[in-house]
């Protein structure tokens, strides 16, 4: 649906990491595309869904080949793999000569990484420095993500690394393409690091904004090799990946709209978009209304739809649920009919409450007992005066 690019200059603090993590939390199905020319490390860092590596045969290589021949962008997920968890990814080149062999193809990888159907790709870019063949790729992106740190010398370098890719992509006829830059640094300093980077890049001239900035959190980012637990979904790195992926989703089209662009470009009738899972809806009043209103639908009205629809070829399974080892996509879609609001006093429950009938109609066929003591005060007879509940006052 879009393809978002990240990319740094000189030192490239964490491409490879941030872009797995903006993975783990983006908020639609995404694909992680491994897109340096000097190389992958996926291959050698993250576990295969079989506990096993990644087919390093299989990725990025044969994708640019079969290119060549002509290729639709829902064949890319044939050259896909899963990692441990159930992130799709995209394993890239060996090394910095498959990368050179690449040189007249990455403008078709960045047209096909584009136009994915049902899924948004995260393409690692690695570390971009004097305009060539990987700046044919950048001109497909929807957004160029910079990571810098706030440091004198790196500022500097994104000032003039953000002036040659404006300029890069207006030559190709892409001036729309957005460039945004994350600030990495230490949680204490997150504040003044964007404040700092923001001026300079404003003061210059250059036409970037800041998105937010990226916890540096060594020990957190090491746990995404291992298995996801709560420790790292509360830690910093995680918050600060979220909120940076919310940003960045925030300016990007819609489903319906991608899917239109596609189709008039390649002139191939567009797939069904897939809609983003709903957010968990905390208000109970909120609960409430959706439980009244899903009681007035027909049986099987408003069941839950699965979020990832994948084309022929494609992968086979969704994302795993939290339970699962390690969560790469933390958000769950919501249940069809969420749970009633609790009694006042009394913890929140989750999903239905056992027994309670499907079909309306049977639900009303059945005979209620004479107190429900789930119904919340509002729900009761008219209590008897001074009495709680309506029940008889005791000796």
Not at 158 to 169: F, G, M, P, Q
Request: net charge positive; hydrophobic share 40%; with cysteine.
């Amino acid at each position: 649906m879009a393809l978002i690019a990240v990319a740094a200059d000189k030192g490239a603090p964490g491409v490879t990491t941030a872009s797995v993590a903006l993975a783990a939390v983006w908020p639609r199905p995404v694909l992680l595309a491994e897109c340096d020319p000097a190389g992958g490390d996926l291959v050698y860092r993250l576990p295969a869904a079989d506990g096993g590596r990644l087919d390093p045969r299989r990725g990025l290589l044969n994708l640019a080949v079969a290119a060549r021949r002509g290729l639709q962008p829902r064949q890319v997920w044939e050259h896909s793999q899963k990692l441990h968890g159930g992130l799709d990814v995209l394993a890239g080149v060996n090394g910095a000569e498959q990368g050179a062999g690449l040189e007249l193809l990455w403008g078709a990888v960045g047209r096909l990484l584009a136009a994915v159907p049902q899924a948004d790709v995260i393409a690692d870019c690695g570390r971009v420095g004097v305009d060539g063949p990987i700046y044919d790729l950048l001109a497909h992106a929807a957004s160029v993500v910079l990571l810098s740190r706030a440091t004198v010398g790196e500022v500097i370098r994104l000032r003039d690394r953000v002036s040659v890719l404006a300029a890069a992509l207006k030559k190709r006829g892409r001036s729309s393409v957005r460039i945004d830059v994350v600030v990495v640094a230490d949680y204490r300093h997150i504040t003044s690091a964007v404040e700092e980077v923001g001026h300079a890049l404003r003061q210059s001239g250059a036409p970037a904004r800041v998105v937010g900035a990226l916890a540096h959190e060594p020990k957190s980012a090491e746990q995404l090799r291992g298995e996801w637990g709560g420790k790292l979904d509360k830690s910093m790195f995680i918050r600060t990946a979220r909120a940076i992926a919310a940003d960045l989703m925030a300016g990007l089209p819609e489903p319906a709209a991608v899917s239109a662009q596609s189709a008039g470009a390649s002139g191939h009738k567009a797939e069904a978009p897939v809609q983003p899972p709903r957010p968990v809806v905390a208000n109970p009043q909120g609960i409430a209304e959706r439980d009244h209103r899903a009681s007035q639908q027909p049986p099987g009205a408003g069941q839950p739809q699965p979020s990832y629809r994948p084309a022929p070829g494609g992968p086979t399974q969704q994302l795993p649920h939290r339970s699962a080892a390690p969560s790469w996509q933390p958000h769950q879609p919501v249940p069809a009919v969420s749970p009633r609001p609790p009694a006042p006093g009394q913890p929140g429950i989750r999903g239905r409450h056992a027994g309670t009938p499907d079909d309306p109609t049977m639900a009303q066929a059945q005979p209620q007992p004479e107190r429900d003591e789930t119904q919340s005060a509002t729900q009761l007879p008219e209590a008897t005066s001074g009495t709680p509940h309506g029940r008889p006052r005791g000796r």
